[in-house]
């Protein structure tokens, strides 16, 4: 009986020692003094208390052995139960310290989605008026503000020819065939011719600027020497802007107005040059010369003028955009 109780003291202290390896947490219950010592110093007790009870004649061996199994067993649960507590007092820190880690990513995770959201809205915004944005990360600063600044200079440049014809426009405003054949006097005649040549020369210099456009920037595009992918970039904005001149048809109008001006000036100039003989009927709506030869020359200019108003309403029928 002394023997099988020594055995499960002995089993109960490595059961103990095997135990104390399963609290991670627990730095102390896994110290060589309570994994080792402790569990042997235990089964050393046992060992003794049971042989002193087992030789002392005046004791019950047997109630006395079980109270040694009793001792043993406290001593050696309560220091697990300890251990256990403050295992647990642990993982409730380490789960609150994760929680927090978690919410602190995701935190981060909406600040960050946040400042995205921002600077997509700041890239968005200043598109508006710069286009080269869109490029900022994938071509390095100075690089892009050179191609900004030539960008811009170009921009001038046609904003500057742009309001230039404009301006000619607005204070050369001409009347049609209709109104020439009308004229009472010949200042009349003179004051229209002006006005037609000076829109002439202004219309011709424009569409030159345009026809130029594409070869001048090109050559500045060069000049400044441009690795890839800015190089392509830059071609790419010069193109943009070429095709929206190409859908909007602006320099097969110029062109066609520098015809039909041409056209213009010179029936103008044979009305002026024949002043006193050549008569408008208003009910033929027929206008006769005593020079033959110029009135089929007028008649010529009359109709080249009125195909090539009739082709630029097509034109704009054609560029306008569908609803």
Not at 28 to 34: L, P, R
Not at 122 to 143: H, L, M, S
Not at 216 to 221: P, S, V
């Amino acid at each position: 009986m002394r023997i099988i109780l020594l055995l499960i003291c002995l089993l109960f202290a490595y059961g103990y020692h095997l135990i104390a390896g399963w609290y991670p947490d627990v730095s102390w219950i896994q110290g060589s003094f309570m994994s080792d010592v402790w569990p042997a110093f235990v089964a050393f007790l046992s060992v003794v208390f049971i042989l002193f009870f087992s030789l002392n004649k005046k004791s019950d061996p047997v109630l006395g052995s079980w109270g040694v199994m009793a001792l043993i067993g406290c001593m050696l649960v309560v220091p697990l139960i300890v251990a256990r507590e403050h295992q647990a007092r642990s993982d409730l820190v380490a789960s609150e310290e994760l929680k927090a880690s978690r919410e602190a990513v995701r935190l981060q995770q909406l600040r960050e989605a946040e400042r995205i959201k921002e600077e997509i809205a700041d890239r968005q915004e200043r598109g508006k008026t710069d286009r080269f944005v869109q490029y900022e990360g994938r071509i390095p600063a100075d690089i892009l503000n050179q191609m900004r600044q030539l960008d811009s200079a170009m921009m001038e440049e046609v904003k500057s020819q742009a309001d230039m014809y404009k301006q000619v426009l607005d204070a050369n405003l001409t009347l049609g065939p209709d109104a020439w054949v009308r004229f009472r006097r010949i200042d009349q005649l003179s004051l229209e011719i002006a006005k037609h040549k000076e829109l002439y020369e202004q219309t011709r210099a424009f569409s030159q600027f345009v026809e130029t456009f594409e070869d001048r920037y090109t050559r500045k595009i060069e000049g400044l020497e441009l690795q890839p992918p800015a190089d392509r970039i830059a071609i790419a904005e010069l193109e943009r802007i070429l095709q929206e001149w190409e859908r909007s048809k602006l320099y097969e109008l110029r062109r066609l107005d520098v015809k039909l001006l041409g056209s213009a000036i010179k029936a103008l100039n044979i009305l002026s040059d024949e002043w006193g003989s050549w008569i408008y009927e208003p009910r033929e709506k027929n206008i006769s010369f005593d020079n033959k030869s110029q009135e089929a020359d007028f008649g010529e200019a009359i109709l080249i003028i009125k195909a090539i108003l009739e082709e630029v309403r097509m034109i704009n029928e054609d560029a306008e955009p569908e609803d």
